[in-house]
């Protein structure tokens, strides 16, 4: 047997038959237990309610008496978010997020209803779930496992004797890792498993090889993760000259990497790429839809140009005598104008957005931290990228239907109609289930490994990066 493995199984015996080590796992399978039991709970009551009132607002839709399609337009939707299975595991930004969005015609609204919103400050403090446990706390314990591994070997003059019996520093540093990752293994693999079985039981038969997959990825990467800070525990130990100095620094970069770089990135982000008001973006949206062409301004330039076109090419003098209905055309092109102006500047902001996010996502070549928790949000469709996707789709629906109340107008609605008011002018109720439910698609595993490359790439960064510092130290490293 090599002494690698010698080394790491002499190591996790004493890991398993240290009792504060024992009290301190007992304490996280709790806090693990409960998250997860949280989790669960907070997903079936926000699943079913969204399930409830999306529901709700298609027999809304589809109730609706006969009238003009126009009215049918300002009658809008709704379109609620759902909530991801894998959102068990890792919250990400669902609470601070909203997760219905009102769809009406000429008109983009903001996604609301956010659990924040709703909630008292200490939310801002955070949310235990099964990924903060396993980001924050499992590390935690990882360092008050390992912080004496070598260190107390120094202190105890038995690490000369080690290395004098032909024990290298690299066959050292490795058993040392290997044995630490071992011991985090005995308590990550049955946490692991235990809730791949809950989920499993939760979905039934309704599992996707896509959640599989992302569940899998889950599974590796907070291994690669945890693996990371072994190492790092390790290397520590292995540069201190004493074990209180091994803990010491390894609680502050533990504070460092959990606490302070995570936030200092954030408000750096904001700094140097600030986000107008919202006041401020609306006003602007109105102001190019006001320099384009605005459907509800008789007056305006452009749809008067427009009208007089119209009226050459069918050679008539008045609207009224147009095959089709003008009011329906022009608010077609008045949608699409304002649709096109408002994604616009819904580019321009989610590119801010995007440039905010960067700077967490390079530092993830810094902090391992911030890899994993990007990542996981990621695969558990809670990240920031999933709330815009479903912006956007909501948003394809809400211009689809005002688009086909407009046909509508278009086609069965004559120019004698001066107001979408008169109750001659109404079609059948019929028409309302021509345009089907809202049914959002969440982002696949394709795209996710596209949004988190950077997160990825940084993983494999590490691994070489401390591959590389055991062989340096391995070198350099002195018993005293």
């Given at each position: 047997?090599?002494?690698?493995?010698?080394?790491?199984?002499?190591?996790?015996?004493?890991?398993?038959?240290?009792?504060?080590?024992?009290?301190?796992?007992?304490?996280?399978?709790?806090?693990?237990?409960?998250?997860?039991?949280?989790?669960?709970?907070?997903?079936?009551?926000?699943?079913?309610?969204?399930?409830?009132?999306?529901?709700?607002?298609?027999?809304?839709?589809?109730?609706?008496?006969?009238?003009?399609?126009?009215?049918?337009?300002?009658?809008?939707?709704?379109?609620?978010?759902?909530?991801?299975?894998?959102?068990?595991?890792?919250?990400?930004?669902?609470?601070?997020?909203?997760?219905?969005?009102?769809?009406e015609a000429h008109k983009q609204n903001s996604v609301n209803f956010s659990e924040a919103g709703f909630s008292t400050?200490?939310?801002?403090?955070?949310?235990?779930?099964?990924?903060?446990?396993?980001?924050?706390?499992?590390?935690?314990?990882?360092?008050?496992?390992?912080?004496?591994?070598?260190?107390?070997?120094?202190?105890?003059?038995?690490?000369?004797?080690?290395?004098?019996?032909?024990?290298?520093?690299?066959?050292?540093?490795?058993?040392?890792?290997?044995?630490?990752?071992?011991?985090?293994?005995?308590?990550?693999?049955?946490?692991?498993?235990?809730?791949?079985?809950?989920?499993?039981?939760?979905?039934?038969?309704?599992?996707?090889?896509?959640?599989?997959?992302?569940?899998?990825?889950?599974?590796?990467?907070?291994?690669?993760?945890?693996?990371?800070?072994?190492?790092?525990?390790?290397?520590?130990?292995?540069?201190?000259?004493?074990?209180?100095?091994?803990?010491?620094?390894?609680?502050?970069?533990?504070?460092?990497?959990?606490?302070?770089?995570?936030?200092?990135?954030q408000t750096i982000g904001k700094a140097f790429f600030p986000t107008p008001p919202k006041a401020t973006f609306e006003?602007?949206?109105?102001?190019?839809?006001?320099?384009?062409?605005?459907?509800?301004?008789?007056?305006?330039?452009?749809?008067?140009?427009?009208?007089?076109?119209?009226?050459?090419?069918?050679?008539?003098?008045?609207?009224?005598?147009?095959?089709?209905?003008?009011?329906?055309?022009?608010?077609?092109?008045?949608?699409?104008?304002?649709?096109?102006?408002?994604?616009?500047?819904?580019?321009?902001?989610?590119?801010?957005?995007?440039?905010?996010?960067?700077?967490?996502?390079?530092?993830?070549?810094?902090?391992?931290?911030?890899?994993?928790?990007?990542?996981?949000?990621?695969?558990?469709?809670?990240?920031?990228?999933?709330?815009?996707?479903?912006?956007?789709?909501?948003?394809?629906?809400?211009?689809?239907?005002?688009?086909?109340?407009?046909?509508?107008?278009?086609?069965?609605?004559?120019?004698?109609?001066?107001?979408?008011?008169?109750?001659?002018?109404?079609?059948?109720?019929?028409?309302?289930?021509?345009?089907?439910?809202?049914?959002?698609?969440?982002?696949?595993?394709?795209?996710?490994?596209?949004?988190?490359?950077?997160?990825?790439?940084?993983?494999?960064?590490?691994?070489?990066?401390?591959?590389?510092?055991?062989?340096?130290?391995?070198?350099?490293?002195?018993?005293?």
């Amino acid at each position: 047997m090599s002494p690698e493995i010698l080394i790491a199984q002499l190591f996790i015996k004493t890991v398993l038959n240290n009792k504060a080590i024992g009290i301190l796992a007992f304490f996280i399978i709790g806090l693990f237990i409960f998250a997860m039991y949280s989790g669960w709970e907070n997903f079936e009551t926000q699943h079913e309610m969204k399930r409830k009132y999306q529901a709700q607002s298609r027999k809304d839709w589809l109730d609706n008496p006969d009238k003009h399609p126009h009215r049918m337009a300002h009658y809008g939707n709704f379109a609620f978010r759902p909530k991801s299975s894998l959102s068990i595991f890792d919250f990400g930004m669902e609470s601070f997020l909203g997760n219905s969005i009102y769809l009406e015609a000429h008109k983009q609204n903001s996604v609301n209803f956010s659990e924040a919103g709703f909630s008292t400050g200490m939310l801002r403090f955070g949310e235990i779930s099964i990924a903060m446990i396993l980001q924050t706390l499992l590390p935690l314990l990882i360092f008050f496992i390992g912080f004496g591994s070598i260190s107390s070997e120094r202190e105890n003059s038995t690490l000369k004797i080690l290395l004098s019996q032909g024990v290298s520093w690299k066959q050292l540093i490795l058993g040392k890792s290997y044995g630490l990752i071992g011991g985090t293994m005995v308590l990550f693999i049955p946490l692991i498993l235990t809730f791949f079985i809950v989920w499993i039981n939760m979905k039934g038969t309704n599992i996707s090889l896509d959640e599989i997959l992302r569940l899998l990825l889950i599974i590796i990467l907070y291994s690669i993760y945890l693996s990371i800070f072994c190492v790092i525990t390790v290397l520590i130990s292995a540069i201190s000259k004493t074990s209180k100095t091994a803990l010491t620094s390894l609680i502050g970069l533990w504070l460092m990497l959990t606490l302070v770089l995570p936030r200092v990135s954030q408000t750096i982000g904001k700094a140097f790429f600030p986000t107008p008001p919202k006041a401020t973006f609306e006003m602007q949206i109105d102001k190019d839809i006001t320099k384009v062409g605005d459907s509800h301004n008789p007056q305006d330039p452009y749809f008067k140009a427009l009208k007089d076109s119209l009226l050459a090419v069918y050679q008539v003098d008045s609207v009224q005598k147009l095959p089709f209905n003008y009011g329906g055309y022009q608010m077609k092109i008045g949608e699409q104008i304002s649709s096109n102006i408002y994604q616009k500047h819904q580019q321009k902001l989610m590119t801010i957005y995007e440039q905010q996010n960067s700077l967490s996502k390079v530092m993830a070549f810094f902090n391992p931290f911030m890899a994993i928790k990007n990542i996981s949000m990621s695969l558990s469709n809670t990240d920031f990228r999933s709330f815009v996707d479903f912006q956007e789709q909501a948003e394809q629906y809400r211009y689809k239907m005002a688009q086909a109340m407009n046909d509508l107008q278009i086609k069965f609605i004559n120019n004698k109609s001066k107001s979408s008011a008169d109750k001659k002018q109404i079609i059948n109720k019929k028409h309302w289930e021509h345009l089907h439910e809202f049914e959002y698609k969440p982002l696949n595993i394709t795209q996710v490994f596209k949004n988190e490359f950077v997160s990825i790439a940084a993983f494999l960064f590490w691994i070489f990066v401390l591959k590389y510092f055991i062989n340096v130290l391995s070198k350099t490293l002195k018993a005293i």
